[in-house]
């Protein structure tokens, strides 16, 4: 009996995928090619009058299960904005960041703010307080194109308001900004006087009365107005007050009460007209004469008690 043999060839499982995978490709392609559509359904057509593609699904592309099962994640969009500002010469912006600082030497005061763009210059009004009752804006200053201001002339201790104006000029016709902001600010003299230098002590004996002999040079400040003299066994300890010497008076004291024999420390402090005094740190005085081509006068002894 003659039996037919069938052959067939055999493969792996690999190349089983791998012939699976070219039959669907070939499908597809017979797909899209005969109903002109590329891959999973999408209809690429031509437009005539712009020449662009125009690519969309048919409907019923979308009720395939592998289509919908497709990740596709949709692209965030997002709203740009950009910045613009009105610029306006007849409505001036106000001026921002303004601020009063207090100078420290007393009568002063600086402003500082930050002038807007559009805005040409700005006028300065000052106000402050009599009795308790706020005086009318003082023009104090015009068309300040800088953006800080010295005010000088102060009362120290008294509170001043300062308000700064945006101005624009348009057609000769001056234009200012419709609100303004206002800072307040006390002068005061915070700043100590230098100490007094060239200290000299001598032992000193005049007309049957004897002491401690103490001569000085005044500091240069110009508001420096008086020096208060202390006394102290131990050093570093001020003591007692023993003596106010006058910026009008010559610059020297004599100890009367000085016990002979004791060791004393002495203390000398310039105040100034704001009661403002040098500093109260304690150092040894250089002796003598700390520049020796400019002799040290002699003062007579003079004789000052605590008023």
């Known amino acids: 009996m003659n ?56 409907t019923d592309t979308l009720l395939h299960e592998q289509v919908l099962a497709l990740d596709v994640h949709a692209v965030p969009q997002t709203q740009p904005q950009v910045e613009a500002t009105f610029l306006h010469s007849q409505h001036p912006a106000p001026v921002t960041h303004l601020t009063a600082f207090n100078t420290r030497i007393g009568g002063e005061a600086v402003l ?10 700005v006028n300065i009004y000052r106000s402050t307080t009599h009795a308790n009752i706020p005086t ?5 200053a015009t068309h300040i194109i800088e953006e800080s201001f010295l005010d000088t002339g102060l009362d120290n201790a008294q509170t001043y308001t300062y308000r700064v104006v945006s101005v624009n ?23 100590p006087p230098l100490a007094p230098t060239d200290i000299i002590i001598t032992s000193t004996q005049s007309d049957n009365q004897y002491g401690v002999h103490i001569q000085w040079v005044n500091p240069t400040v ?3 107005d008086h ?10 300890i001020r003591g007692e007050q023993i003596a106010t010497v006058k910026q009008s008076e010559i610059p020297a004291f004599t100890d ?25 740190a304690f150092s040894m005085p250089i002796p003598g004469n700390t520049e020796p081509f400019t002799p040290i006068p002699v003062l007579l002894p003079v004789t000052n008690t605590t008023p």
Request: a negative charge; glycine letters at 4%.
């Open 3 to 58: 039996h037919k043999r069938h052959w067939l060839p055999s493969f792996t499982a690999k190349e089983w995928t791998l012939i699976s995978l070219i039959l669907v490709l070939a499908g597809l392609a017979i797909y899209t090619t005969r109903y002109n559509q590329s891959a999973f359904g999408l209809i690429t057509s031509e437009d005539t009058t712009t020449g662009r593609v125009v690519s969309d699904f048919p």
């Open 112 to 121: 500082f703010w930050t002038r807007p763009d559009g805005v040409e210059s």
């Open 136 to 140: 009318a804006d003082e023009l104090v």
């Open 169 to 191: 000029t348009f057609n000769e016709i001056e234009y200012t900004s419709d609100t303004a902001p206002t800072v307040s600010v006390i002068p005061a003299d915070t700043i």
């Open 222 to 224: 110009v508001d420096f």
């Open 227 to 236: 020096l208060n003299i202390f006394r102290s066994t131990t050093y570093g």
């Open 256 to 280: 009367t009460s000085a016990v002979p024999n004791a060791h004393y420390y002495y203390t000398l402090v310039a105040v100034d007209a704001s009661g403002n005094p040098s500093s109260d």
